[in-house]
């Protein structure tokens, strides 16, 4: 069969929250993507992985913490077009309630440091798709749509 669908690509980001309120992000290096931003630990998903074992496993990639599946819940679902409108994606937002291990840089190849920010001062580097997602959550919203045209 042959359907004329859309076929996105599906990432996973997570919201590491301390007891104080603020979130761990990472400042991008080294990648060719959003190089100097900040962003959320994430990624994305590979075959034969759910949006949860990304996640999952993005996070001990990333920032070296452990989370259980059953300590994240979703927070968000992003559908995004890219900048240059070839490409889209079905973007997941989970935040862990709790994990194991200290947040650290756990990919120094592919981001300079950890920084922890609350999220109505974030700095003006913060990859916008990831601001503009985290606003929508802070907002209560579980779905939203980012680079589309308005509807």
């Known amino acids: 069969m042959n359907f004329d669908t859309a076929r996105p690509y599906a990432a996973a980001y997570v919201v590491l929250r301390r ?3 603020k979130v761990a992000f990472l400042l ?3 990648n060719g993507w959003m190089h100097g ?3 959320l630990p994430a990624g994305k998903v590979e075959n034969g992985e759910s949006i949860l074992e990304a996640a999952v496993r993005e996070t001990r990639e990333e920032v070296g ?3 259980r599946p059953g300590a994240m819940h979703h927070a968000l679902t992003c559908h995004r077009r890219t900048d240059d409108e070839t490409e889209a994606w079905v973007d ?3 935040e862990a309630e709790s994990w194991e291990g200290e947040v650290v840089n756990a990919e120094p190849d592919k981001h300079s440091r950890v920084a922890w920010f609350s999220l109505d001062s974030l700095p003006e580097n913060t990859v916008p798709s990831v601001r503009f997602m985290l606003e929508n959550i802070t ?3 579980t779905y939203c749509e980012y680079g ?3 509807v």
């Open 92 to 94: 997941t937002i989970f």
């Open 139 to 141: 907002a209560g919203n």
């Open 28 to 30: 991008r290096s080294g």
């Open 37 to 39: 931003y900040y962003g």
């Open 65 to 67: 913490a452990e989370v």
């Open 148 to 150: 589309w045209p308005a």
């Open 19 to 21: 007891k104080d309120g």
